[in-house]
């Protein structure tokens, strides 16, 4: 498998943990804001392992700030990772992919914040309600291909990027007090998620979202 960030340094944890389950792992630097990178990342990984079974969209930034103040330069930076580079990203990956004759699956990891309002989210909002609408869009291009395109929505999952919002207990109290499961996902959660989509048992699903928000949104 291939596993990627822009700081590839930070990916030994990640990379130790895939070897112990069995995985050839294989580091590849890669910048979703620039798209010679995002074309040499997938020449790498083609290369190195001669085609590809699963694509996870899993990088993404965050912005938490009221829409009246949001920069321009704020937009293009979430938009050029989160919608850009992975429309890109995927169209390297599913012309290779029909170029060969393979098929694939396509999972885009998005956010319940593109499927409902909240606050001071807009732009991430935005950007990952587009992923969503692209998820469709791919799905239904490519699945006369073989090519599976599905996206999975998580509510907040206790990660690291988030540690610093759920910091504040009263912050931290508000959000779960929305959740009707009374908790925040776990990445195994977002993980057995991405499994189910990639394995067989899904084989008949392209184009869909799977919330994973205990009840948010229901
Ligand atoms: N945590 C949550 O509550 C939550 C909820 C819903 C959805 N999500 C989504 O889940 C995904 C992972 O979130 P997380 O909480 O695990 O965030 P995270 O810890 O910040 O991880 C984001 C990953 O994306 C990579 N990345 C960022 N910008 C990149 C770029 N331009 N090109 C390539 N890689 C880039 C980061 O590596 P580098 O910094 O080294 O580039 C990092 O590995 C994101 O798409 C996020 O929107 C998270």
């Known amino acids: 498998m291939a596993i990627s960030a822009t700081r590839v340094e930070r990916l030994a944890d990640t990379a130790r943990g895939a070897k112990r389950a069995g995985a050839q792992v294989t580091r590849i630097a890669l910048d979703l804001r ?17 085609g590809l079974d699963v694509l996870v969209n899993n990088a993404g930034v965050t912005l938490r700030k009221a ?4 920069t321009a330069d704020e937009w293009e930076e979430v938009m050029q990772t989160n919608l850009r580079g992975t429309f890109f990203l995927c169209q390297k990956v599913g012309g290779r992919l029909i170029g060969q004759g393979a098929p694939g699956c396509i999972i885009n990891v998005a956010s319940t914040h593109g499927v409902v309002a909240f606050p001071n989210r807009s732009i991430y909002g935005i950007s990952k309600a587009a992923l969503i609408h692209m998820t469709r869009m791919l799905a239904l291009e490519w699945a006369g291909h073989g090519i ?7 509510g907040t999952v206790d990660t690291p990027s988030r540690a610093e919002a759920l910091a504040d207990p009263e912050v931290r109290q508000a959000m ?18 991405v499994c189910f989509l990639a394995s067989p048992q899904a084989a008949y699903m392209t184009g869909q979202t799977l919330l994973l928000d205990g009840g948010l949104t229901a």
């Open 34 to 50: 620039s798209l010679a990178s995002v074309d040499a990342a997938v020449a790498k990984v083609f290369k190195a392992f001669g």
């Open 176 to 193: 779960l007090d929305r959740i009707p499961l009374h908790r925040f996902a776990t990445a195994r959660e977002v993980a057995g998620a």
């Open 148 to 154: 599976r395109v599905n996206a999975i929505a998580p």
């Open 67 to 70: 829409a009246l103040q949001v």
